[in-house]
């Protein structure tokens, strides 16, 4: 069976770092697409970055140039490098995966993915 597992969360202040990976188990190949997405109390889920396995990437506007998503093809385990984090960003971060490939356009859509992590809390906050 399938699990995603989510590690990294955690508190830090404004202008902090954290790096969230993910480690899938119970795959027998390499998910041709990978995602990480961000739900706050009270607001829909929303896509972050996302990573195929032909390298294209694509994040929402307001991480663009903060955060950085990779992948370890061998591993089969995902990260995403978070810096200069805001309160904004506080949030619960959830990875997910398809086993085929999504079209760019829609990569930061949650209802694209199958597969779901429980999720890690992070929190921003002076």
């Known amino acids: 069976q399938v699990q995603l597992v989510e590690s990294g969360g955690g508190s830090v202040q404004p202008g902090g770092s954290l790096r969230l990976s993910c480690g899938p188990s119970?795959?027998?190949?390499?998910?041709?697409?990978m995602g990480w997405f961000r739900q706050a109390p009270g607001k829909e889920r929303e896509g972050v970055a996302a990573?195929?396995?032909?390298?294209?990437?694509t994040y929402r506007d307001s991480v663009k140039g903060r955060f950085t998503i990779s992948k370890d093809n061998v591993a089969n385990t995902l990260y995403l490098q978070m810096n200069s984090l805001s309160p904004e960003d506080t949030a619960k971060y959830y990875c997910?995966?398809?086993?085929?490939?999504?079209?760019?356009?829609?990569?930061?859509?949650?209802?694209?993915?199958?597969?779901w992590g429980q999720g890690t809390q992070v929190t921003v906050s002076s």
């Open positions: 997910a995966v398809n086993e085929r490939y999504i079209p760019k356009s829609r990569l930061l859509q949650p209802w694209e993915y199958n597969d």
């Open positions: 119970g795959y027998t190949y390499s998910p041709a697409t």
């Open positions: 990573i195929r396995r032909d390298g294209t990437t």
